[in-house]
Structure formats: C-alpha cells, structure tokens
C-alpha cells in the first residue's frame, strides 16, 4: 500500500505559479505510476497530468500542455506539478494519485491522496 500525502495549493491570481508536491510512503514508490486530478465544485474529476514508474514517461490534458510541468524524484519518493500561467478556470482541488501502470483514467488508480486547493482570482 502506497500513502500519499499532497501540499502546495493555495491562493494565486491569474497568471501566477504554483509547485504541488505528492509525497509518498509506504510500498516501492518507484514501482507506481503517479497522476494528478482536479475536480472543481459541480464537475466531475478530471485528469490533469501523470508519469509513469520507468522512463518517466508523461501524459498532460490539452488544457494544460504548455503550462504545467510534471516531474518526479525518486530520492524523495516525490511527485511535483509545476503550474504556470493559472487560469481562474484551474480551481479545483488537486489530487495525487498511484496506478500500477500509466494511465489517464481515474478507474486505474489504487491510492488517492486527500487533495489541496487550488484558487485562481481573476
């Protein structure tokens, strides 16, 4: 079982940057592929980015690309999501979240974290 604990949210305006962390504990971290979702009130979860256990291959939404980075320390066992030019639209809470295997469906995720807000002001 894999523990994942997320932090960094919090309030920006418009145009600014955030850096979540997903921290995790517990089974190899290395083992596990790590994604980021977001659901904001009224909407279904939603992916955001992920990246696999080995090659560190990654996945971003459209609406993101160009945007936020994902990146991984395995010294750390840590997951980061580099978020620039926020948008009013990327409110939401932010999840982190453990799969065996890279995918962008929610379904495929054993271990979730517990999330961080995230507010953009127009």
Same mark, same amino acid.
């Given at each position: 079982?894999?523990?994942?604990?997320? *932090?960094?949210?919090?309030?920006?305006?418009?145009? +600014?940057s955030l850096r979540l *962390?997903? !921290?995790?504990?517990? #089974?190899?971290?290395?083992?596990?592929?790590?994604?980021?979702?977001?659901?904001?009130?009224?909407?279904?979860?939603?992916?955001?980015?992920?990246?696999?256990?080995? #090659?560190?291959?990654?996945?971003?939404?459209?609406?993101?690309? +160009?945007?936020?980075?994902? *990146?991984?320390? +395995?010294?750390?066992? $840590?997951?980061?999501?580099?978020?620039?030019?926020?948008?009013? #639209?990327? $409110?939401?809470?932010?999840y982190c979240? !453990? !799969?065996? !295997?890279? $995918?962008?469906?929610? *379904?495929?995720?054993?271990?979730?974290?517990?999330?961080?807000?995230?507010?953009?002001?127009?």
């Open positions: 079982e894999v523990q994942l604990v997320e *932090s960094g949210g919090g309030l920006v305006q418009a145009g +600014g *962390s997903c !921290a995790a504990s517990g #089974e190899t971290f290395d083992d596990y592929a790590i994604g980021w979702f977001r659901q904001a009130p009224g909407k279904d979860r939603e992916v955001v980015s992920c990246i696999s256990s080995e #090659e560190y291959s990654t996945y971003y939404a459209d609406f993101v690309k +160009g945007r936020f980075t994902i *990146s991984r320390d +395995g010294a750390k066992n $840590t997951v980061y999501l580099q978020m620039n030019g926020l948008k009013p #639209e990327d $409110t939401a809470v932010y979240a !453990a !799969a065996w !295997a890279l $995918t962008s469906w929610s *379904s495929g995720y054993d271990y979730w974290g517990q999330g961080t807000q995230v507010t953009v002001s127009s």
